[in-house]
């Protein structure tokens, strides 16, 4: 379990509550951030639920799930999501961040590049892949 929470300068990466449902709402609410992520903007009730699931952790005991929320420190508010599935050696990681706080840096290609990462030609539910090349 990860329970700690990381912070830099700009932003708290926290453990995601079921009671940040509320928040996250207006902060996933723009029906064109739905384009790239899929689905529709979910009722405070529909992602109450869904956090209630992400909580409870990953049901299937070889992989594990870290859900986290993005607090920009300068607005103190909430304005997006980190995730995490880690099964073996392989970790998949996605990220959403709000339409009003995209162009910022917080969760971009930059920062996927400045971490290691590298895009392949891969696409998944018409998002980019990228890999981390780890040394052998």
Known sequence: ???????????????LRVSHAAEMTEVLSDPALHTFIGGSPLSPAALRVRYERLVAGCP?????????????????????????TATGEVAEIAWVVGTPWQ??????????????????????????????????
Do not use: F, H, K
């Not at 700690?4 to 708290?12: C, E, F, H, M, N």
């Not at 420190?73 to 980190?82: D, F, H, I, K, Y």
């Not at 971009?108 to 018409?126: C, F, K, N």
């Open 60 to 84: 299937d005991t070889s992989a594990s799930w870290c859900n986290r929320v993005l607090r920009e420190r300068a607005e103190s508010r909430l304005v997006g999501t980190v995730q995490a």
């Open 1 to 15: 379990m990860y329970a700690a929470g990381i912070s830099t300068p700009r932003l708290d990466l926290l453990p």
């Open 103 to 136: 162009g910022r840096g917080l969760a971009s290609a930059a920062v996927a590049r400045a971490a290691g990462l590298i895009p392949t030609d891969e696409e998944q539910d018409g998002e980019r892949r990228w890999r981390l090349p780890l040394p052998r």
